[in-house]
């Protein structure tokens, strides 16, 4: 699957949103990317997941033990694509505004990958590698179903994308007019 499949099924859905928006980072952009949309049909996100999976498996060598997906966002692709892995899937939750691993034990020494949906500027990601190496775990790479840096965000381990499609993002203070003249909307869940 390649990006313009990804973005194809994300229009399909009415995913694909145009507008002022606020994303989790706090950076604003033209365009959301509002995964929910897809994410409602199980179809169109098994046919994301069951590639992210395939890209995963050619990626990472040796074994997976688990899937770790960040609340909120990841919890659906996270658990979607460990059932095309064949292994389990955990979260990590905030807690106190710090992502903990709250409701499962694994094992030190585990090899995980982490799942999220869509990759900004990659904090999520980074601080769920943070939580797992607390916890003594190996995180062996980090996967996304969309990377809208386009291979530009660190998160602290490789990064495997089914699709990169770079979207402009902004600091509030150094808008474009054309995207300051539109009231914002903050569509995301980090706040949750």
């Known amino acids: 699957m390649d990006t313009r499949e990804v973005i194809d099924i994300f229009r399909q859905a009415g995913a694909y949103l145009e507008g002022h928006f ?3 980072s706090g950076l604003r952009s033209p365009i959301f990317l ?16 069951t590639a992210l999976a395939a890209r995963i498996r050619a990626e990472v060598p040796g ?10 966002g990841g919890l659906i692709p996270a658990y979607e694509t460990s059932r095309h892995l064949k292994v389990p899937a955990i979260w990590v939750e905030r807690e106190a505004g710090v992502f903990r691993l709250r409701r499962f034990e694994i094992e030190p020494g ?22 797992m190496k607390g916890l003594g775990v190996e995180v062996v ?34 808008l474009p007019p054309e995207l300051a003249a539109i009231p914002p909307v903050k569509p995301g869940s980090r706040s949750l």
């Open 22 to 24: 606020i994303l989790t």
């Open 34 to 49: 509002q995964k929910a949309r897809v994410f409602m049909h199980a179809d169109l996100t098994e046919r994301l997941c």
């Open 63 to 72: 074994t997976i033990d688990a899937v770790v997906g960040p609340a909120v």
């Open 110 to 131: 585990a090899r995980v990958v982490i799942v999220e949906d869509i990759v900004t500027t990659g904090l999520s990601i980074r601080e769920t590698v943070e939580c």
């Open 141 to 174: 790479a980090a996967a996304c179903i969309i990377d809208r840096s386009a291979g530009k965000a660190d998160v602290g381990v490789p990064l495997i994308a089914l699709a990169e499609y770079e979207v402009p993002a902004y600091p509030a203070d150094a």
